[in-house]
């Protein structure tokens, strides 16, 4: 594996995703150098080689999976990393022919009970269950308007927040919950937002602003910069 000195520069400059384990190891995920770790100890980064991929160095995601693994989506696919070992273990072989062109898939989440949650590129969200060789099309089975999904989040209560070109979606398997355009003037792209979870389980968004979900209210409002969990953040 190649390792570089954070003294030295910028390791990459296509940086698309960012993961900190437990451990306090760095993990990101770029798209032109592919999986790297980082120790604070020793100051440095190492590229992981992909053991069945060697040519796989486009990666989009890295998030993650249990305690022992991370999840990361590259040109391949999606592979589980055991984050000691870097042993890896492929789940989902993209169908693209080339692993010169980048992957199709957009956004990966995992639900907790070993399940992959993925969006494809202009076909919407699906369920990957490890050991089975097929994808559940979620977008079909619970009618999720769009098809260009850009971000996706498993909540600590299990929901799947759904980020598409129409609008912010809710879903509850498990509850049968699904609730449609959580954000009134939704105006995105459903290329660059991004939603996520905080420690105290405030669910945010972000899309040129910033936003918070409001549970009562049940949608999301613009967070200006004397909100008070951002004033209390600083």
Known sequence: ANTVELSKGIVSRNIWGLFED??????????????????????????????????SNSCNNIIYFDEEHIAVNCTHGISLINNKSHDQTDLFINTTKSLKKKSNIIAIAADG??????????????????????????????????????????DSNNNIWIVSEKGIFLLNEQDGIFEESLLSDYKGSGRRERIFEDSAGNIWYASGALYLFNQLERTFEKAETNHPLLIDSK
Request: glycine fraction near 8%; charged fraction near 25%; charge should be negative.
């Open 113 to 154: 009970s070993d399940n992959i949650l993925l969006s494809k590129s202009n076909e919407g969200v699906f369920k990957l269950v490890p050991g089975q060789d097929k994808l559940v099309n979620l977008s079909e089975k619970y009618g999720i308007p769009g098809r260009f999904v850009s971000d996706l989040l498993v």
């Open 22 to 55: 437990k451990r306090g190891m760095l993990w990101t995920a770029s798209r032109k150098d592919g999986v790297l770790d980082y120790e604070h100890d020793s100051n440095i980064f190492t590229e992981l080689e992909f053991q069945n991929w060697s040519n």
